[in-house]
């Protein structure tokens, strides 16, 4: 990239930044930096704390790709995570996520927050309201599949999947009256790749799950083949992540 | 007729921050209690989009997930912030507040009578944020210079917290003014006076 591509490059990336918070740190930086052409390292917008594992980050990374938009990532060992200066750092003890200055943690808040920004949110209030209430469906879901993982995996997985039909219904239930094939609206929302991510891992815990769910079988397939969404499966850097921190899926 | 109707058992539960919001704005509430007696029968379980309450309603809009109900709220009564940086530092302060009733909800239908000392005595590690975020806060709210949803369900989950572990804030000088503070707002004072609320009990279980 020529000295000049580098600096509008720069200028576009800091200027999005700021715009999107009020901080008076990220202002002061655009005006003093924009003023010098000088070489300087192209910084991606964002920026993503994590243990080594696609874990709570899926949807995050799938929405990030679709939108072609770089992310950063800081990949945390859980030695390192152990040591528990990092912990203490962290608002809630736990990751974050940087666009420009504004940290966030919570990974919902994360997916609201790329939504927002991306298109991702419904066209109107009343598509976001229908949008929020299908996330925290999955994330329900979620949870359940979260603990499965991490405290009952030997125990409760028999159990699990064959009490997923009762779970997986209401998302088939929705989806098979979309016109758009998508949760809520025309377009596809932060909701659609968090559940997408979602029966991606359910397919891996509970081989047959989506075999009598027609639609949700479908919206699974639509939603890999979109090109972006179809690279991003098919990275290396993606794919060697496990699914949950103690090997289990 | 009023706007917003919301369907739930009769209690408290997972509506208190909704009740608060709308009496704050001046918002009437239309309410229809469900027996458990009722639910059991599954007829009205059966229609519920996740076979779950409270269910809300706008207008035509029909909303399940109490959080999307406080987020829809916030939207339409300027509780959300105003501008997208606030609503997203919201949204992680509300998640925040919804892990910690998780924790809530589990103790009190799952572990009360084992659980009860331990979690009283782990509760100051989950208060801590809060009280951090809220010492910094130049307008005493969560985020930004206005009451947002999360402030409420903070609020309602505080309540909550001074009736299951009585002395839970007292090493929180901050968290204990934000309480009083949102008490005394005048139209959640007299909510909270209200027979109606104070009629409800917290939980569906009893235990509290």
New interface residues.
Partial sequence: MTHQKHFKAYKRIVARTSA???SGAARALSETQLSRPTLFYTMAPYTLTYFPVKGRCGALKMMLADNDQQLKENMVSIEEWMKGDMKGSC???WFNFFDGD?V???S??ML??LG??HGAYGKN??E???I??MN??VE?LR?KYIKLIYQEYETGKEAYCKDLP?HLK?FE??LSKSKSGFLVGDQISFADYNLFDLLLNHKVLCSASLDSFPTLKSYVDKIAARPKIKALLECENFKKLPINGNGKQ
């Fill in positions: 999107h918070c009020t608002l809630f003890g504004l966030l943690y919570q919902n808040a609201r927050h927002r920004k209030d009343c976001a309201s229908l929020d209430m925290d469906a329900d949870l009762n209401p239930s929705v």
